[in-house]
Every structure is written in structure tokens, then in C-alpha cells.
């Protein structure tokens, strides 16, 4: 039903001069995660070299200090000057890994094509049934020689998205209990994430490739976090290292944001399994084209016609459910805008789908950016969020609420309003608050579910959009305003 507002407040009038005086941070780290981190040998001669030009040490100061010493943070101390270890530095620059594509282009999963590996470009031949069965068992009991075999293979059968997949498998059982250097199992479970989800992109869409996908993945980020928060310990505090510090501290709050979707993401396959185990549709493998399909079907009144992996209307409905997972991982979002664009109708129920995966997308897009504090285009994705859900609403102003599709876009006009307060100019954010409390009211008049269920969850809504308005008491509220007057909604900036 939306996104559930979970640990998001809106923003404090006296923070938001804090938030605009650090623009750019997005931009900043992205030019930072492709920083390349100098070699060890390279670093400490470096090291050397720039604490003797930066200070000059007297004779007697050197004997009155005894034995050089480093600070626990990797500063070398002279006296009570610390000077910046390019091994600390290189150590927290190694740690600030963050799976998202705009920020990194090793996470920009396009294809299989797009990874960098020698391959035979000439083989088309495939792998049996049999041989891909036996293996995922191989992958799973012993990791460790299957690799070997698996890398060979990769190099004859390029096109195989299931040796990617099991590649992926492979490495994260051989590494996910490893006693080995913390950082390295990062490092290898990262390049098992991009493998699996290349594997995924390139149609080969089942419920058991997610579901290996999803072990794989937020196997990663459990490791991540952990190394991360372990590598700030001894930087609490510390001015020496600034930016690297600030950035990595970004990185643990994303990848916790990210790590918190597992339980939703395995609960959407458990879902999907137990809708679909009596279809085949739930096991085999499948592609984009597919999809396509079926919605041209359904869009033909054809929803009953029976394709290789069920109904069109089957399809359809499992194709939904996918992206309601998928939207929320960032490394396949290519998936979901492939999806969104292949399906694209105008049928009423499948635009109200639409408004709902794009909605749950800019949200999570959204929380990013508050970690981020970028608050330009936090207005932008406001605003956007905005305007797609009320003119969602403008189109299904009559229609009864029985579904929770069909309530969502006014859950997510509420929210947005909530969420985005302080950001706008006064007569902006009046307008918002004043949509959002005309419709809320609409749905009381729409609900047609047996326990009033939707009219329950709007009345709360707007007893926190009052709180708001008790505590900045220079907003007001115009009821008379008429949503569905012709006046555009807010428009999106320019990006």
C-alpha cells in the first residue's frame, strides 16, 4: 500500500540551512568512488615524504619524541600534530563502496555484454539441462572447485545467463563464511552481486534466480555494513580525514536503507510463490519480450489466452509483483524501466500499477537523497511525485476504492507533502497541504471496502499533516480549493 513512512520525518526548519550549505554531495562522490586508490608501496613513500616536507622537526624534537608513533586512526603523530596516513586514507577510500549506478559505473548492469571478461565471441553453442541442474547443486555444496570449472565455461558459452548466475551463487557460498580479511570477501561478493544481476537482466527472470539473486545480494551488503562501520571506529571524531569520513558515514546509512529491504523483498517472492505454484509460471525462466506480450494480449481483451508460462493475465500480474521488488534495488533498475516501458497501456487498473512502481521508486529515490542532503533534487523528485499522483487521481476521481492500488495515490500525495515540508516557498508547500486535505476527505466518499479500511488510513494521514500545521503555525489550510480545477499540478524542474 505505498511506501509505509518508517524513520522519515520531515525537515526541520533549522536544518534546512545545514542542508543547503552542502550541495553537490552526490556529484562529489561519484567523482570519489572512482577515485582509484593509490598502491601501499606508492602511498608510504608518499607518506614519508609529505610529513617530513609539511613539518619541520628539529633535532631535539625528535629526541625528546623517542620512537616515531602512529595515532590509532593511522595519523602519524608528531607532538600533537596529527599528520594524514595515505594508507588511512586509501583504507577508508577502499571501504566507501555504495551499489548505486548513478554513483558508480560498475553498477550501471546493462547486460552480459557490458561485463569485462575474454570470452570465445564466435560460440553460440548452449548448455544442457542437465549439465546447468547439476551445476547449481555443485555451487552450493562445494563452491569452491565448481569455480574453476564454472570459469571455463564462461569463456565457451558466453551467452549463458545461468553460469553467471550460478557463478554468483558459487562465489558467495565459498566467501559468505570465510575467515579471510574482511575487505577482500567484500571485493568478491561485490563482483558476485554484478554478476547475478547481469544474469537476471539478460531475460532470465524466474522466482528461483531472484531468489538466489536476493541471497547473493544482500549477503553483499550485510558484509559491507559491517566493514564500513568497522573501518569508521577509529576515525570517530577525527577533522584529519574529512570528506572520507563523511562519505563513508553516507555509505553506511544507504546500505543499511538497502539492507532493509530483505525481509520485504523475501516476503514478495513467498507471496508470488504461493499466488503462482499452482501456474507454471513461478519456475521457468523468461524474458522482457514475454512480458510484452502478455500485456498486448490483455491490452487485445485476450487476458485468458494461454501463453508457454500461463495466462496473459498471469503474466501480467506476476510481472507487476516482480518490479514491486526490483524497484527497490537499485542494481537492476534497468529491469524496471524496461518493464515499466514494455508495459506501458491505457486500461485504468494497469496505469494505476504504474503510478504505483514508478511512486515506490521515486520514494526510495528520495530517501537516498535525504541521506545525501540534496536538497535540489529532493524539490525536483517532490514536485514529480506530486504531480504524477494527482493526475492519477484526476483520472479515477469517481471510481470506488476496494484495492489497495487504487487508494496509493492518495496515500502518496499525502506522504509527499509530509515528507517534503520546509522545502518549498510558503505559498507552494499551502497549495500541497490543501490538495493533499481536499482529497484525503474524497476518500471517505470512495471507500467501499466492508471495514472502511481506507478511510481509517486517510483520517490518520491527516491528523499528521495537523500536526504539522500545529507546529509551523505561519501555514494555512484552504479548503475551498477544487484539486480537479484545470491549473496544472506543480511542475517537475528541469534535471
Request: aromatic content about 8%; hydrophobic content about 40%; proline content about 5%.
Amino acid at each position: 500500500m505505498g511506501l509505509a513512512p518508517v524513520n522519515t520525518q520531515p525537515i526541520p526548519p533549522a536544518a534546512k540551512a545545514d542542508l543547503e550549505s552542502t550541495p553537490g554531495t552526490l556529484v562529489a562522490m561519484s567523482e570519489l568512488l572512482n577515485q582509484q586508490p593509490p598502491p601501499p608501496n606508492a602511498a608510504a613513500k608518499k607518506a614519508k615524504k609529505s610529513n617530513f616536507k609539511a613539518i619541520k622537526i628539529r633535532r631535539d624534537q625528535i629526541e625528546a619524541m623517542g620512537d616515531r608513533r602512529w595515532g590509532i586512526n593511522g595519523s602519524y603523530v608528531i607532538g600533537r600534530t596529527h599528520l594524514r596516513n595515505p594508507e588511512a586514507e586509501r583504507r577508508l577510500l577502499r571501504a566507501t563502496i555504495i551499489p548505486l549506478p548513478e554513483l558508480d559505473p560498475f553498477w550501471k548492469v546493462l547486460s552480459l555484454r557490458k561485463i569485462s571478461m575474454k570470452t570465445n565471441a564466435k560460440s553460440n553453442a548452449e548448455l544442457s539441462e542437465k549439465k546447468v541442474e547439476k551445476l547449481k547443486i555443485q555451487a552450493t555444496l562445494t563452491p569452491g572447485s565448481v569455480r574453476l570449472e564454472l570459469l571455463k565455461l564462461m569463456r565457451k558459452y558466453p551467452k549463458s545467463e545461468e553460469l553467471f548466475l550460478i557463478n554468483g551463487v558459487a562465489t558467495f557460498y565459498m566467501l559468505k563464511n570465510t575467515l579471510g580479511h574482511l575487505q577482500e570477501v567484500v571485493e568478491g561478493l561485490r563482483l558476485a552481486t554484478r554478476d547475478a544481476a547481469a544474469a537476471l537482466v539478460t531475460d532470465n527472470i524466474s522466482l528461483a534466480n531472484m531468489k538466489a539473486f536476493f541471497e547473493i545480494y544482500f549477503g553483499f551488503l550485510e558484509k559491507l555494513v559491517l566493514l564500513q562501520k568497522r573501518t569508521l571506529i577509529p576515525f570517530k571524531g577525527d577533522m584529519q580525514y574529512g570528506n572520507l569520513v563523511k562519505n563513508l558515514d553516507y555509505g553506511v546509512q544507504i546500505n543499511e536503507l538497502l539492507l532493509d529491504k530483505r525481509k520485504e523483498a523475501n516476503n514478495m517472492i513467498s507471496f508470488l510463490a504461493t499466488n503462482f505454484n499452482r501456474s507454471s509460471i513461478a519456475n521457468p525462466t523468461f524474458g522482457l519480450l514475454t512480458i510484452k506480450k502478455a500485456v498486448d494480449y490483455v491490452n487485445a481483451g485476450m487476458g485468458q489466452k494461454k501463453m508457454d508460462h500461463g495466462t496473459a493475465d498471469e503474466m501480467v500480474e506476476f510481472a507487476y509483483g516482480i518490479m514491486k521488488v526490483l524497484v527497490k534495488i537499485p542494481a537492476l533498475e534497468s529491469i524496471v524501466q524496461d518493464m515499466l516501458k514494455f508495459m506501458a497501456s491505457t486500461r485504468t487498473d494497469f496505469r494505476l500499477q504504474h503510478v504505483s512502481i514508478l511512486s515506490n521508486k521515486l520514494f526510495f529515490e528520495f530517501k537516498i537523497l535525504m541521506i545525501l542532503r540534496e536538497l535540489d533534487r529532493m524539490r525536483t523528485l517532490a514536485r514529480r511525485l506530486f504531480r504524477i499522483n494527482l493526475n492519477m487521481i484526476k483520472v479515477v476521481k469517481n471510481r470506488s476504492i476496494q484495492k489497495p492500488v487504487e487508494f496509493e495515490p492518495f496515500l502518496n500525495l499525502a506522504l509527499i507533502t509530509e515528507f517534503s515540508l520546509n522545502l518549498f516557498p510558503k505559498e507552494e508547500q499551502e497549495e500541497m497541504l490543501s490538495t493533499s486535505f481536499k482529497l484525503l476527505e474524497r476518500v471517505t466518499l470512495l471507500d467501499q471496502t466492508d471495514k472502511r479500511t481506507y478511510m481509517t488510513e486517510a483520517a490518520k494521514l491527516m491528523g499528521r499533516l495537523d500536526h504539522l500545521l500545529e507546529n509551523d503555525k505561519t501555514l494555512q489550510v484552504d479548503h475551498s480549493i477544487d484539486p480537479f480545477a484545470d491549473k496544472q499540478a506543480p511542475q517537475e524542474e528541469a534535471s
